[in-house]
């Protein structure tokens, strides 16, 4: 393992990292903590998602001598940022698709697929459904997110296949894209976008603009409904002027104030009730994203308040629930940070950083992190916010004078070339996460 | 390759408390962290994949020049203007001292 990783070093960089040290990690020698008396500092990594395999890479990057499982139940993971490319008909499934090789073969993380189901807080070790507990020094829980169905009156999980949420990856997407595929000319489909916070808040509207950008082509007489919650969304001046440019008035979105509120669903006829349930809409294909909160490990681990999501120390992303965790990711409470990818990852590698530093006795760095979110409004139009942010006072907060979003009613040469950088973000990160 | 006696006195070696290969000190310097966080966008080697400037072949001053540039909005810029202007210049010039200095 210690090989594997100082195998990418070359003689100069191990004698300057820590002389023989140096070279008798990278021979498999004695894999000692820095600063340590005793064993290997051992991280255990929950959740092989944006966040969780991203803080597994650096934890290795940061200090090799640190052993690290990554627990993620699936073989591989897709990715739900470019799943509305997908959608839109212009991209594949497979694409998003990434697994868990690199990691393994590059940065020598262990990686078990089984599911966490608890841990033991005193032994510090977590237990999994089908293999052997974990012991851990630290232990790093980045599960995602897990749907509030208590909040959405008619419909549970298990009616997911017929009303899709699409909002984790993979198997829901597929299903998503067949229901469009399998519509006639002339139907509508009803998205419900949830109140914030909420996994990528500008996803919803992404999708309506590609789902719109499908129809247009393919089902020319069909329109997108969209029933927010809110009064308002990310980036909506952008993707309204996209979508008057673009797609006329396929896109009609209504506001929570104005009737967008959700009053139950009827999942058998894909039928929305709004208005105190006054108010009736039919939908061919029905997309319910139903409000959030933080992946259920964390709620069986005791990481969550009463919010549903878990908070967290801000320098360190540490659990201030619960000593030696640290909850990263879309499950964490963030400050001013959104729910995203690129989110999740930025903090994955401030909680690497933080973890070394706190292993041995060290102040944590507290970097400036950012976050950016491409979206397409079309195949050829892109769109873009992006935020820096800083630890102040308790809490992650925006920069003053920084980030913000594309600028509107701008020459179409930029549409297209954010479009290409969309493309290229995804290339970049999926291959930072996984590579 | 060292011969099994050298290796058997420097994996004894070993066993003495050393940094971590890329933590000075212990700490990994919040100059790396944010570098890193440039990463996201431009690959995990800042090579940048496909559309995505490379950031890899700078020097440490050909950075911080850009770097400054996009925070002046002094040069043609998508989304970077959006970002420069979150760095302090000890943050930028930090950051381009890891990514220059990176092999």
């Not at chain 1, 004695?30 to 395999?53: E, F, L």
């Amino acid at each position: 393992m210690m090989g594997t990783t100082c195998s990418t070093w070359t003689r100069r960089q191990l004698l300057k990292a820590g002389g023989i040290g140096g070279i008798a990690l990278a021979f498999g020698g004695a894999a000692r903590g820095a600063g340590s008396t005793g064993a290997a500092k051992r991280v255990v990594v929950v959740g092989g998602g944006a966040g969780g395999a991203t803080c597994a890479k650096y934890l290795r990057r940061y200090d090799p001598s640190i052993r690290v499982t990554l627990v993620e139940r699936d073989p591989h993971y897709y990715t739900c940022f470019g799943g509305n490319w997908y959608l839109g008909g212009f991209h594949k499934l497979e694409d998003l698709r990434h697994g868990y090789d690199a990691l393994r073969k590059n940065h020598g993380v262990a990686v078990v697929h089984d599911e966490v189901t608890g841990w033991d807080p005193d032994k510090g070790q977590v237990t999994l459904a089908e293999g052997k507990a974990l012991p851990f020094d630290r232990l790093v829980v980045a599960p995602g997110i897990d749907f509030r169905w208590d909040q959405v009156a008619g419909m549970s999980e298990a009616d997911t296949e017929r009303v899709p949420h699409a909002w984790k990856g993979g198997e829901q997407y597929r299903l998503l894209r067949r229901q469009l595929a399998a519509m006639d000319d002339g139907g509508t489909v009803v998205l419900c976008p949830p109140a914030n916070p909420f996994r990528c808040p500008p996803g919803p509207y992404e999708r309506a603009s590609l789902i719109a950008d499908y129809l247009k082509a393919k089902k020319p007489n069909s329109k997108v409904l969209v029933l927010d919650a809110k009064d308002g969304f990310s980036k909506q001046g952008l993707f309204e002027e996209g979508w008057r440019q673009l797609y006329g008035d396929r896109i009609e979105w209504v506001a929570g104030s104005q009737g967008g509120v959700l009053h139950r669903v009827d999942p058998k006829q894909r039928k929305v009730l709004t208005q105190e349930g006054f108010q009736e809409h039919r939908a061919d294909v029905l997309n319910v994203i139903p409000p959030q909160r933080a992946g259920k490990i964390a709620r069986t681990m005791g990481l969550t308040d009463d919010s549903g999501w878990c908070p967290v120390d801000q320098r360190t992303f540490e659990s201030t629930l619960r000593p030696n965790v640290h909850v990263l990711g879309d499950a964490a409470i963030a400050g001013a940070m959104p729910k995203s990818g690129h989110s999740a990852n930025n903090q994955a590698k401030l909680t690497a950083a933080a973890v070394v530093a706190l292993f041995n006795d060290r102040e944590v760095p507290e970097p400036t992190v950012a976050n950016t979110c491409y979206s397409l409004v079309g195949p050829r139009y892109g769109i873009s916010v992006a935020a820096v942010y800083r630890y102040r006072d308790g809490q992650l907060r925006g920069v003053e004078g920084a980030g913000g979003v594309s600028p509107g009613d701008a020459e179409e040469f930029l549409r297209v070339r954010e479009a290409r950088y969309t493309r290229g973000w995804y290339a970049a990160i999926t291959d930072d996460i996984f590579g | 390759m060292l011969s099994k006696r050298a290796l058997l006195v420097v994996g004894t070696a070993g066993l003495l408390a050393l940094p971590a290969a890329h933590a000075e000190s212990g700490a990994i310097d919040r100059g790396r962290v944010m570098a890193d966080s440039c990463l996201t966008c431009h690959g995990s080697e800042g090579k940048g994949p496909g559309p995505m400037p490379s950031i890899a072949g700078l020097t440490k001053q050909g950075l911080i020049n850009r770097m400054t540039a996009f925070r002046d909005r002094d040069t043609d810029a998508t989304i970077m203007n959006r970002h420069a202007a979150g760095y302090t210049d000890e943050e930028i010039r930090a950051i381009a001292a890891h990514i220059a200095g990176s092999d």
